[in-house]
């Protein structure tokens, strides 16, 4: 469990960038530079990396957010490797001449890159896990990525994963009439219009207010209220409010997501934390998830808002301490598995002598 720590300390925690934190950019199929990020494990002397974790984030973020999360992740020894989305933050957008303006080309760009990043950039020892670790929308290309690339990942930590929008508390029988909404919205010159009810939403996790200035910072916001900050100062970074294109586009690929066939291919562990206060993704969808997939753990923090690792202690601490349990599993399960006896092969059915039936002896 994370150990209590002084305002100071804490400030410093969240603020300061990762020891070893070292940037630098890939080219994706669509010629964009992609940014990363390569942050080394803290490890005793002569020890190896415990294993290696691919970060990446949400809507409107950039990985500078999770210095705290990646501290966690470095001690528990693991190497971190942090991108962000083709689109956000220091990745390059699809249109310079509006670069607040977030595409509608959906989520299997996302799986691409992903792909690209793994497996040509992050430089992995094989014989220690690969750990997924994802925020929001990240969730979506992330858990489409576990269904569409088996054996690649060993384990997955998905904070408020994105599997499905909230649409207003409604079921899964919502969702064809709110995609035939956006949809036709798109089709009739809206596809780049930002939507307007949710401009009041995402004021509350991650826009930068006037008044955070001038608010008493305590254990109880410090983390949300660096993160604002740190958008204000890095404006290049920020983008506008998800569109109507952008929406429709995330539909397409929701139900193929959802299904629970998909679900099922999903097989190595999977921890999913969903928030109580939760406006922005289906808390239903991360529940109907957890029961498809074969080895998920379901946490709900009923407190905590939807930027699990940027909460309040309480709830950082309940969240941060859920992974780390779920870390040391992964690690020990990993190396069960690895120095388990190789079961014996099945017999060669041309090697297997039948025997004719013997007579029965007379009786006496």
Do not use: C
């Amino acid at each position: 469990m994370p150990a209590i720590r002084s305002l100071t300390d804490s400030f410093n925690r969240v603020s300061m960038p990762p020891e070893g934190w070292h940037e630098a950019m890939f080219v994706n199929a669509d010629n964009q530079r992609i940014r990363y990020a390569q942050i080394p494990a803290h490890t005793a002397p002569g020890e190896s990396p415990r294993g290696t974790v691919v970060l990446t984030h949400g809507y409107g973020e950039f990985v500078d957010l999770y210095y705290e999360a990646i501290k966690e992740y470095q001690a528990q020894g693991f190497n971190v490797w942090a991108m962000d989305w083709q689109g956000f933050g220091g990745s390059d957008r699809d249109n310079p001449d509006k670069p607040h303006l977030v595409d509608a080309q959906g989520m299997n760009q996302h799986v691409r890159d992903l792909n690209q990043f793994v497996r040509n950039v992050v430089q992995h020892d094989k014989n220690t896990p690969l750990i997924m670790s994802t925020h929001s929308m990240g969730g979506h290309p992330g858990m489409l990525y576990l269904q569409r690339h088996p054996g690649v990942f060993d384990a997955a930590v998905m904070s408020a994963p994105m599997f499905d929008i909230h649409r207003l508390g409604a079921g899964p029988w919502a969702r064809p009439l709110v995609h035939a909404i956006f949809n036709a919205a798109s089709h009739i010159g809206l596809q780049d219009r930002p939507v307007p009810a949710l401009e009041g939403v995402l004021a509350k996790v991650g826009q930068w207010r006037e008044e955070d200035g001038r608010r008493t910072v305590g254990m109880h916001n410090l983390r949300e209220v660096w993160s604002n900050a740190v958008r204000a100062n890095a404006p290049e970074h920020n983008i506008a409010r998800p569109s109507f294109g952008w929406i429709n586009s995330v539909y397409d690929t929701v139900k193929e997501l959802n299904d629970p066939t998909n679900l099922r291919k999903v097989t190595i562990p999977v921890l999913i934390g969903s928030a109580g206060h939760e406006t922005l993704v289906d808390n239903g969808a991360h529940a109907r998830a957890a029961a498809a997939l074969p080895n998920a753990k379901h946490i709900t923090l009923p407190t905590a808002g939807h930027s699990l690792w940027l909460q309040d202690e309480p709830n950082y601490t309940r969240w941060a301490s859920s992974v780390n349990g779920f870390l040391e599993a992964t690690v020990h399960d990993f190396y069960n598995r690895r120095n388990a006896p190789t079961p014996a092969p099945p017999p060669d059915p041309a090697q297997i002598v039948t025997r004719a039936p013997q007579a029965a002896p007379n009786a006496a």
